[in-house]
């Protein structure tokens, strides 16, 4: 505070002297009473404090969001392609075919997602049939193998298969399978164990359906030709039996294929099972080329009508064994019905059945030998009209006429030679050798003329033969 002079008001006294005025600076300092002062200090920390314990609460209450958000997203997770996924909230399966994508569900331990590969998967059986072999030689060829068979198998090591006539044999099997029916196999298999209830499956159907064949049919996979019964495919039966022991179990695994990789006989008799194979394979290819030459001679023979021709034939044949003389003269109409080009009844409709081939060709040549025949006698028939004619007006011109016609004929022959003798002579002696060329030639002429001489008379033969059974056949009993 600044002390300042009585001024004159009032007081009587002189007014002070300007100059004798001391001035003095403001205090800097207020005092106060201790309890307010102290109080005053603490303010600030206590803000601070509370400030920073502000903060700290606020990054806590950030972080518990943090940690409820990452827990809650944590039930999402992705089904991969190739599996399905099965959706669990406390302990019950909510959805159990969940598709390949992102899939949401309780967090743990609240719940999970269980991811189960629905993808293929193969189980091979290289060894559970086999003998005991090396690796080494396991994988030889047939004819390797022969050669390490045993006369004895050894139950302990060798593996094998019992066909259904108490035959050894050994095989190789692979199967592919996949889970189909997800809650099935989650609740009823141990993925530690699946890989063997499937083995075990397939080896169960294996030996039940080689037990239904012989062996040749096991090693050809063909029904025998006396086999009674249907013949079970063995890929298909034993597929079947191993699945329908997975489904019994409820194991939701579908076997999609089992095949037979390699099929052996006991190794000691590859060689007698392969000479066997070997004869059926040659028997099959002489029946298989009589078929294709049947074929062809009966398309020789008669061309599309040879079918039918045959069957007509062999149910004339079979009426004429039976006795059956109304069926057998049936059989004959419809045959020469076909053989003239006329329609006959085939399953209640009338058609017109195309002959051709050397039946064709033999009934156009009999036509024309008919034809022939009656123009010839007919022309023979003129001839002797016109010459009997001629006879009767003058027989000398027609002797002589007819005479120089067969004289001219005569030294017209091959085989006749003809020599010149000079005029005057009378007699003459003439000794001279045959043309060695000219008796050849005729020699060739003469037995090709008895080849086919022969051949047409046994073909007359042969047909004079069928035309007397036929005409038996159409006589009627009786007469």
């Known amino acids: 505070m600044s002390e300042q002079p009585p001024t004159g008001n009032g007081g009587g006294e002189a007014p002070a002297n300007p100059a004798m005025v001391v001035r003095r600076r403001p205090a ?26 502000k903060i ?12 409820l958000a990452m827990f809650v997203f944590s039930g999402f997770q992705s089904v991969q392609t190739g599996e399905r996924g099965i959706r669990v909230a406390f302990g019950a399966v909510q959805t159990d075919d969940l598709p390949p994508g992102f899939q949401f569900s309780l967090p743990r331990p609240l719940g999970e997602i269980l991811k189960v590969n629905t993808g293929s998967q193969v ?29 004895t198998l050894d139950p302990s090591q060798d593996n094998s298969l019992l066909t259904a006539d108490n035959a050894l044999a050994h095989a190789r099997v692979s199967a592919t399978w996949q889970r189909t029916a997800i809650r099935d196999n989650a609740r009823n298999i141990d993925p530690e164990f699946e890989r063997q209830i499937v083995s075990a499956a397939v080896r169960r159907g294996v030996v039940h359906a080689v037990a239904q064949v012989t062996i040749d049919e096991f090693l050809r996979n063909q029904p025998d030709p006396g086999r009674v019964g249907p013949f079970p495919t063995l890929e298909t039966e034993a597929r079947r039996i191993a699945q329908d022991l997975l489904d019994r179990n409820k194991a939701g695994i579908e076997l999609r294929t089992v095949t037979f990789e390699k099929r052996l006989p006991p190794l000691r008799l590859i060689g007698e099972f392969a000479n066997v194979e070997r004869s059926r394979s040659e028997a099959g ?33 079979a009426a004429l064994a039976s006795g059956k003389q109304d069926a057998a003269t049936s059989a004959l109409q419809r045959i020469d019905a076909i053989l003239g080009g006329e329609p006959i ?7 017109t ?25 007919q022309a023979d028939s003129t001839v002797f ?17 007819d005479w120089t016609e067969a004289f001219s004929s005569f030294i017209g022959r091959d085989s006749v030679q003809v020599f010149w003798v000079p005029p005057g002579v009378k007699v003459l ?10 008796t050849r030639e005729q020699e060739r002429k003469r037995n090709e003329a008895a080849v086919k001489e022969r051949e047409e008379r046994r073909v007359r033969e042969l047909e004079e033969a069928e035309r007397t059974k036929y005409r038996n056949l159409s006589t009627p009993t009786g007469q």
């Open 56 to 67: 700290t609460y606020r990054l806590l209450q950030l972080a518990m969001l943090g940690l």
């Open 285 to 317: 290819q002489a029946i298989r080329n009589a078929e294709v030459f049947r074929t062809e001679r009966l398309t020789q023979a008669a061309g599309e009508a040879a079918p039918i021709m045959l069957r007509e034939v062999d149910a004339f044949d």
């Open 123 to 151: 189980t091979s059986l290289q060894t559970e049939f086999m003998p005991a072999l090396s690796d080494a030689d396991r994988n030889r060829n047939e004819q390797e193998l022969a050669g390490m068979g045993k006369d």
């Open 385 to 401: 009209a016109a010459k009997l004619a001629a006879w009767r007006a003058n027989p000398s011109v027609l002797m002589t006429s």
């Open 345 to 351: 009844d085939i399953d209640g409709q009338k058609v």
């Open 429 to 438: 002696d003439l000794l001279v050798n045959r043309d060695p060329a000219l």
């Open 353 to 377: 059945v195309p002959l051709s081939g050397d039946a064709a060709g033999r009934i156009a040549d009999a036509l024309q030998y008919r034809s022939t025949t009656v123009s010839r006698a």
């Open 28 to 53: 800097s300092v207020a005092l106060r009473s201790g309890e307010e002062g102290g109080q005053s200090l603490m303010d600030p920390a206590n803000q601070s404090l509370a400030d920073a314990l």
